[in-house]
């Protein structure tokens, strides 16, 4: 079964002044049609910049410098711009961190959605204002008909990311590529956010890629789980099993972290150091420097991809397929 | 509508400050009877006249006449030209407002494009020569660019005349320039010295603004979205990009209008600036103080138009019922 996307090898530098830093190394991930992806990882993980580039957004002075993003056996990351435009929003959608930002101002939400639709599928303007109406009542919005008038500031926080999950399905994409979709909410409000999109998503049957550093949100909404750390995947394996046995001493790390992440507000994790940058990038593991099983190799040689049970690890200590550490407690 | 009640309610409160500043002015600048009647009339003659002229009255009654006589347009006689105030005002008034109407309809017309074009082709050399030209446009001083329009266009290659405003056409009183050949010809050169500073100031504002608006979170969704470009830039970002701009152009049209002196003078324009620099020359209260209101009046209505404009293209205006503040 050849997968919805396909993600190989993706390299993205950022040029800086005299130089070029490394955002993301060698990551290489696949999700198949369906399936909720979770991508978790520190900030300045690049998570953000992996879903950038396969949404074909790249801006300077960040560039995709190698690898191949397929989506539906077609390479996507060479087209053109016209026609990755017309994949955009039509195929593979997007929903963003900041709802409160995410649509225009000084535009109603109806037309907001009409627009999208317009632009994508072959309906004409009272269809589409029909359909604007069904989504809106279907992401939950009270009052729909009245709602298609409203400007994006006459809605809470909650109520305007669910209008951006209104558009991100209003033209029935493959894939969603949501960034951190609940983290600017409030607490009250992000349950509800992502058991709407598991919900639609369930419904349509479409893929996501699910960036958060929320553990608890991973463990709720994901079939499977990447983590990433400094511009590298790490491991990648179902989520029942990552949150049982993590294979990379990472992993674990941001797993023991969970019963805090509960109380929110509270750090991602607790391994002491901090994530390399780009700027300042690390020989061998990238996570030696923090691990408490750091060996000889680990400072010089880059761990490649070991098969762990049903996942990958990029670490040494998985090199011969025994998990890393015992289970957590 | 509670929105232009209560801007309508600042206006006035605005108008009523500058109107006791004038009063203020007129009443205790110089004292009136001298200025009046001059140092060789008599005692008698003086007190006779403070009589006439209330000026023994409490300030407050007086106050409250000036504004009344005010409001019906009497502002008193000028000391220097012996005719009303008003009528002087009146028959300035046209030439002022049609010179800085049409050198902002210019600096407006070319800065917003241009600012708007420059910052979508950031990079591309025209875009660079383009903005290059602007902060030459900033830097010179107004009159220097009046005076090489009229070195070029007037003496050299003779096609624009140099001064004065041309053939003039009275409609109810309000005379105008923009229906004769020679009219509209004597305004050329006029406006466009006016207007260079405004235009580049609004196509930097507008490029400034555009690339500001071309980063933010809701253009990126917008791509996100596979919107089409031209939809993006004029149906998004531009829309986003001219609610400060119109604040700005609102702004520097009272300022125009208030400092369209130096132009004035440069091209022997006759409209306020040139009337209210004899005022000033031969302190002539009554019509500076007439003066200082008309300018106030003017900011007022057009900081009022600002913000009617202002909530029209943004519904957050629209709905919080106050826009920003005047400055
Ligand atoms: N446009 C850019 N210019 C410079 N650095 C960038 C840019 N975009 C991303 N980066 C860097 O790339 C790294 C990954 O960022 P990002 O993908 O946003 O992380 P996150 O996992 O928090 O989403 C960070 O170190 C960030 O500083
Ligand atoms: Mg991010």
Redesign the pocket.
């Known amino acids: 079964m050849s997968a919805l996307l396909e993600v190989e090898n993706l390299r993205v530098e ?1 040029a ?1 002044r005299a130089r070029r ?1 490394v ?2 190394d060698d990551v290489s991930f696949s999700i198949p049609e369906g399936e909720v992806l979770g991508v978790v ?10 879903g ?1 580039a396969i949404l074909g957004l790249l ?1 300077r ?2 560039y995709q410098a190698g690898g191949r993003i397929v989506f539906r056996g077609n390479r996507i990351d060479n087209l053109d711009g016209e026609a990755m435009r017309a994949l955009r929003g039509r195929e593979i959608a997007a929903v963003f961190q900041d709802p409160l930002t995410s649509l225009d101002p000084l535009m109603t939400i109806g037309a907001q959605l009409v627009e999208t639709m317009l632009t994508h599928l072959p309906i004409d303007r009272q269809e589409a204002w029909t359909r604007a109406h069904r989504l809106l009542a279907e992401v939950g919005i009270p009052a729909p008909r009245e709602r298609l008038q409203s400007y994006p500031h006459e809605l809470s926080g909650g109520m305007r990311q669910r209008v951006v999950l209104a558009l991100a399905f209003c033209c029935e994409p493959k894939l969603i590529i949501a ?1 951190e979709p609940t983290t600017a909410l409030d607490v009250s409000i992000q349950a509800q956010v992502l058991d709407l999109l598991k919900r639609m998503c369930r419904e349509r049957g479409t893929a996501v890629m699910l ?1 958060t ?1 929320d553990m608890g949100v991973i463990a709720e909404a994901a079939d499977r789980v990447a983590v ?1 750390y400094a ?1 590298r995947l790490v491991e990648i394996g179902p989520t029942s099993e990552i949150l049982r046995a993590a294979a990379h001493p990472y992993t674990q790390g941001l797993m023991a972290s969970i019963p805090t992440m509960r109380r929110r507000g509270g750090d991602l994790l607790q391994i002491p150091g901090s994530m390399p ?2 700027d300042a990038p690390v020989p061998g593991c990238a996570f030696h420097p923090r691990c408490s099983h750091v060996m000889d190799r680990c400072r010089s040689e880059r761990p490649s991809s070991f098969v762990s049970g049903a996942s990958l690890a990029a670490c040494w200590l998985a090199e011969h397929g025994a998990p890393a550490a015992r289970p957590r407690p | 509508m509670g929105f232009l009640i209560s801007r309508l309610g600042q206006t006035i409160l605005v108008l009523f400050v500058a109107a006791f500043v004038s009063f203020a002015l007129f009443r205790y600048v110089g004292d009136p009877v001298n200025n009046m009647v001059g140092q060789a009339a008599s005692l008698a003659d003086r007190e006779a006249m403070r009589q006439a002229l209330g000026l023994d009255d409490p300030t407050l009654l007086q106050f409250g006449r000036f504004v009344g006589q005010a409001v019906q347009g009497d502002f008193g006689i000028s000391y220097r030209f012996g005719q009303p105030v008003a009528q002087l005002l009146a028959e300035r008034f046209p030439a002022t407002l049609e010179l800085s109407i049409v050198a902002m309809i210019i600096a407006t017309g070319l800065g917003i494009p241009l600012g708007v074009w420059t910052a979508l082709h950031r990079g591309s050399w025209i875009a660079q020569a383009l903005l290059t030209l602007s902060l030459i446009g900033v830097a010179l001083p107004t009159f220097l660019i009046g005076i090489v329009l009229i070195l070029v266009f007037s003496v050299w290659l003779g096609w624009l005349p140099s001064f004065g405003r041309g053939e003039v056409v009275s409609i109810g009183g309000w005379t105008t320039g923009l229906l004769t050949w020679t009219g509209i010809k004597a305004l050329i050169l006029p406006s466009i010295t006016l207007g260079v500073f405004q235009l580049t100031l609004i196509m930097r504002l507008a490029r400034a603004e555009m690339l500001e608006i071309m980063r933010s979170d809701f253009i990126r969704f917008a791509k996100a979205r596979g919107l089409r470009r031209r939809t993006i830039e004029y149906g998004h970002a531009l829309r986003n990009t001219l609610v400060p701009v119109v604040t700005i152009v609102g702004l520097q049209f009272g300022n125009v209008f208030a400092f369209s002196i130096i132009v004035e003078t440069v091209f022997q324009w006759p409209g306020l600036g040139l009337l209210i620099i004899q005022a000033i020359q031969f302190a002539d209260v009554p019509l500076l103080a007439a003066y200082l209101v008309l300018i106030a009046f003017c900011f007022a209505v057009i900081n009022l138009a600002v913000d009617v404009l202002y909530a029209w293209i943004d519904p957050r205006v629209r709905a919080a019922g106050m826009g920003r503040s005047a400055a």
Do not use: C, Y
């Not at chain 1, 990882?41 to 992996?50: F, I, N, R």
């Open positions: 950022i800086a830093l955002a993301i990882g520190e900030s300045g993980a690049g998570k953000s910049v992996t950038t801006e002075p960040a960034d960036v550093h990433m511009g940058r780009p």
